[in-house]
C-alpha cells in the first residue's frame, strides 16, 4: 500500500502522569481520566468502553468515543498512522494501523472480568500494491496472551456469482469482509493491555487497520451481544444509504411456457450474442427459432449464444456439442468453445448497486456427441 494513501501523523507517547484511583473497601465509585476519555464505574457495574478509531475528522459511530492515532492508549515501536474511506459506513470506513509490526492498546479498566470485541478491515479497493496489507494472518493478544488469530481473507467484488437470496451487506461490508474478534479477558492491575499485529506478508506492513474496540463486562455480555446487534443494523442502514439495491435492469414480463418446455422442465432459445441476458430474461418474440445461423469467414470465430431457463430445479445441466453440418461443409464439433456467462453483483462508481450484470464468459467441461439434428452453418 501507498503510504501517501494514508493521513501520515506520527503517534505522539506521552509522558504526563495517569491520574490513578486508590482501590479499597470504602469506594463507591471509581474515575479515571487518559487523553480525555472519562470512565465512570460504580464498583457493582464494571465501565463500558465503545471506541471509534479514525481520523480527527472522519465520522464518529453514535454511541461510540472518537480514538485517533496520537491518543496516548495507543503506541508502537513504528509510525502509527490513521485513515478514513468513504465505505461501508462510519464504524469500518475508518481506522488505525501501524506502518510497519504491530501496535498496543492500553485501557483504564478497573479489576474484573470482561468481554472484549473489535471489528478490523479496510474497504480500500485497487491494485494489490495497494491491498497486500490485507492478505496477512493477524493476532490479537491480551495482557501478554494470545486470544484470537485467524488469517485474512480479501476479495473482489468479481469473487461472487450473482445469488438473489444473498446478504450482499455480509458478502462486502459484514463479517465476511471485516473481521470480528470477541474474547474474555480478566483485569487484575490498572489497565488492560491489548497487542495487535500480522503474522504474515511483506514485514507486516499496515498488518492490522483497527476500526472498533467495544469492552463490556463479563457478567453483563447479554447486554453487550444487544448493543452490537444494535450496532450491525446501523450499519446496515447506512450501507443501504451508500448502495441502494436496484432491480434487476431488465423488467419482469409475463411469459407462458409451452407443453414442450413444461414437459423438459426447462426452456431454451436463442438470443444474438451482443444482446444482453440477465436471470430473470424470457423469450422475446421471434426468439424461439428452430436454430442458429452463423456465418464466419476462414480463420474468423463467430459467436452464438442460446439461453437456458429452468422451470423446475434442475441440479444437473449437461450441453452436448456435435458437429456444424450444412451446405458449405462440416465444422467439427471439437473446434466449438462452450462458454457459461457468469453474472456478477456489480456496485458502479456511482454508488447505485446492480443485483445482477452479465461478466465473464467461464469455460466448462462438456460432452462430445454426434449431433441429433445438423445446424447450418454459413
Not at 472522519?58 to 496516548?72: A, I, K, L, N, Q
Not at 479489576?111 to 494489490?128: C, E, I, M, N
Request: hydrophobic residues 40%; neutral net charge.
Amino acid at each position: 500500500m501507498d503510504v501517501e494513501s494514508y493521513t501520515l501523523l506520527q503517534s505522539l507517547v506521552t509522558s504526563t502522569p495517569t491520574v490513578r484511583p486508590s482501590y479499597g473497601p470504602t469506594v463507591a465509585r471509581l474515575t479515571f481520566l487518559l487523553a480525555g476519555l472519562v470512565l465512570t464505574a460504580l464498583s457493582a457495574d464494571l465501565p463500558v468502553l465503545k471506541l471509534d478509531f479514525g481520523t480527527t475528522h472522519s465520522p464518529v459511530m453514535p454511541g461510540f468515543t472518537r480514538v485517533t492515532e496520537t491518543d496516548p492508549m495507543l503506541s508502537a515501536p513504528e509510525r502509527l498512522v490513521s485513515f478514513a474511506r468513504t465505505t461501508p459506513d462510519e464504524l469500518a470506513g475508518d481506522g488505525v494501523v501501524a506502518v510497519r509490526g504491530g501496535f498496543k492498546l492500553t485501557l483504564p479498566l478497573p479489576p474484573g472480568a470482561y468481554r472484549v470485541w473489535v471489528l478490523s478491515g479496510d474497504s480500500v479497493q485497487g491494485s494489490y500494491n495497494e491491498i497486500k496489507h490485507l492478505f496477512q494472518t493477524v493476532r490479537i493478544r491480551a495482557e501478554g496472551k494470545r486470544v484470537f488469530e485467524q488469517a485474512r481473507d480479501y476479495w473482489y467484488a468479481e469473487a461472487f456469482d450473482y445469488d438473489p437470496t444473498a446478504d450482499v451487506w455480509e458478502r462486502y461490508a459484514g463479517t465476511n469482509r471485516f473481521l470480528e474478534a470477541s474474547f474474555p479477558v480478566t483485569v487484575k492491575g490498572r489497565t488492560l493491555d491489548l497487542a495487535f499485529d500480522g503474522l504474515t506478508g511483506p514485514r507486516f506492513d499496515y498488518a492490522f487497520p483497527l476500526n472498533a474496540v467495544v469492552v463490556f463486562p463479563e457478567a453483563r455480555a447479554a447486554a453487550m451481544q444487544a448493543d452490537l446487534a444494535t450496532v450491525r443494523l446501523e450499519r446496515r442502514r447506512q450501507w443501504a444509504e451508500l448502495f441502494p439495491q436496484l432491480p434487476l435492469p431488465e423488467p419482469d414480463r409475463p411469459w407462458q411456457p409451452d407443453a414442450t418446455d413444461t414437459a423438459h422442465g426447462y426452456a431454451v432459445w436463442w438470443r444474438d450474442y451482443l444482446a444482453k441476458v440477465y436471470p430473470n430474461t424470457v423469450p422475446g418474440p421471434g426468439e424461439r427459432l428452430e436454430g442458429p445461423v452463423a456465418f464466419a469467414t476462414p480463420g474468423e470465430t463467430e459467436s452464438i449464444s442460446f439461453c437456458l431457463r429452468p422451470l423446475v430445479n434442475l441440479e444437473r445441466v449437461t450441453l452436448e456439442l456435435g458437429d456444424l453440418v450444412g451446405p458449405a461443409g462440416r465444422i467439427d464439433r471439437t473446434r466449438i468453445l462452450p462458454y457459461r456467462v457468469r453474472y456478477n453483483e456489480n456496485v458502479l462508481r456511482s454508488g447505485a448497486w446492480y443485483a445482477a450484470e452479465p461478466w465473464a464468459l467461464i469455460p466448462g467441461p462438456t460432452r462430445i456427441c454426434r449431433p441429433k439434428s445438423p445446424a447450418r452453418p454459413g
